[in-house]
Nanobody, 116 residues
Framework: QVQLVESGGGLVQPGGSLRLSCAAS????????MGWYRQAPGKQRELVAT???????NCVDSVKGRFTISRDNAKNTVYLQMNSLKPEDTAVYYC??????????WGQGTQVTVSS
């Protein structure tokens, strides 16, 4: 079992920055691939960025150059640094953990609103 708690969301103006955090507990964090997803009102949940257990990272094209995913295995935490935010980045952001043979786990989500 893995418990995930996101934090760091809020209201920010276009062009601003936020850093989301996802704290994990309950299992061996470093063995899990971690991801950030988002869901805007009326839309399906979509992948934003991932990091493997080995530390490789990837972001979807819509956020490349603006968002960075990272992990700190010593703190059992994965981060999403979001810069140059746009109104279309407004969504609930969810943290995800997965490992073969162990299932997929989700946090409760944190709201990010980009508006002037």
């Amino acid at each position: 079992q893995v418990q995930l708690v996101e934090s760091g969301g809020g209201l920010v103006q276009p062009g601003g920055s936020l850093r989301l955090s996802c704290a994990a507990s309950g299992s061996i964090f470093r063995l899990y691939a971690m991801g950030w997803y988002r869901q805007a009102p009326g839309k399906q949940r979509e992948l934003v960025a991932t990091t493997t257990s080995g530390g490789s990272t990837n972001c979807v094209d819509s956020v490349k150059g603006r968002f960075t995913i990272s992990r700190d295995n010593a703190k059992n935490t994965v981060y999403l640094q979001m810069n140059s935010l746009k109104p279309e980045d407004t969504a609930v952001y969810y943290c995800n953990a997965r490992k073969v043979g162990s299932g997929v786990y989700w946090g409760q989500g944190t709201q990010v609103t980009v508006s002037s």
